[in-house]
């Protein structure tokens, strides 16, 4: 199942899922009026884990900008933020954001089945730049005497650019989601938060499903795991 609140895991249980295959984690920061505390996010991610009852739970960072701005973060006005600074491109530009997200994922994972995945990944390097942060993050930790391990670390698949890249991102990459939405939309160049353009909004387009079918063959080949989020994952 998919999740980004506290009130989103008590369905668990009665879902039949295996785990939470996407925590979105940048609800937490939306819904304030300020940037969280370390401790505060390390609290939250440990009571989702806790609440997870020993299933996998899969964080992805901050996914933010396009439609998604933070009040309290300075952001430029973008003449096409879907194209823009967002997600992963805005983490690692800003690095000390997303230290303060993984070190506060890297205090609650203490001994449970956490998975960390990184949106929007577009290159090799972009991710190989993200999981020596999380390497980072860890040995700060372990200075300061702060037990910690290095969870799995994967990628959202959802650009062209990952498609043709995924060879090589799924032989580093833990494991694999498929972001459906953002995918198509980049495939098709369909806007999906236009109304309008809906009737071209389509799931099943040859180009998506070959896609889809070039991802799976390839995580099988490389013996990942790979899932799907996004409304595709409803059909």
């Not at 609140?5 to 009665?14: I, W």
């Not at 939250?44 to 309290?72: E, H, N, Q, W």
């Not at 309008?196 to 063959?217: Q, S, Y």
Request: one cysteine or more; a positive charge; hydrophobic letters at 45%.
């Amino acid at each position: 199942m998919n999740a980004g609140l506290m009130a989103d895991l008590p369905s668990l249980d009665g879902s039949g899922a295996d785990g939470v295959g996407l925590f979105r984690t940048e609800l937490q920061f939306l819904i304030r009026s300020k940037m969280p505390q370390r401790a505060e996010l390390a609290a939250l991610y440990s009571r989702v884990m806790d609440a997870a009852k020993g299933k996998r739970v899969a964080f992805r960072t901050l996914d933010i900008g396009s439609d998604k701005v933070l009040p309290y973060l300075r952001q430029p006005k973008e003449e096409n933020p879907a194209l823009g600074w967002r997600s992963i491109r805005m983490a690692l530009d800003r690095p000390a954001l997303l230290r303060l997200q993984l070190r506060a994922l890297l205090l609650a994972s203490e001994g449970q089945p956490m998975k960390i995945m990184f949106p929007m990944v577009a290159s090799l390097d972009e991710f190989l730049e993200a999981r020596a942060l999380v390497e980072v993050c860890h040995r700060e930790l372990q200075r300061e005497g702060i037990p910690s391990r290095i969870p799995e670390l994967g990628m959202m698949i959802e650009l062209p650019s990952a498609v043709t890249m995924i060879n090589e991102l799924a032989a580093a990459a833990d494991f694999l989601s498929i972001g459906s939405n953002d995918l198509i939309q980049y495939l098709l160049a369909v806007d999906r938060t236009n109304t309008r353009m809906a009737p071209w909004f389509a799931p099943h387009h040859p180009a998506v499903i070959r896609a889809l079918h070039c991802i799976v063959k390839t995580a099988r080949q490389h013996n990942k795991v790979i899932s799907l989020c996004g409304t595709l994952g409803a059909d």
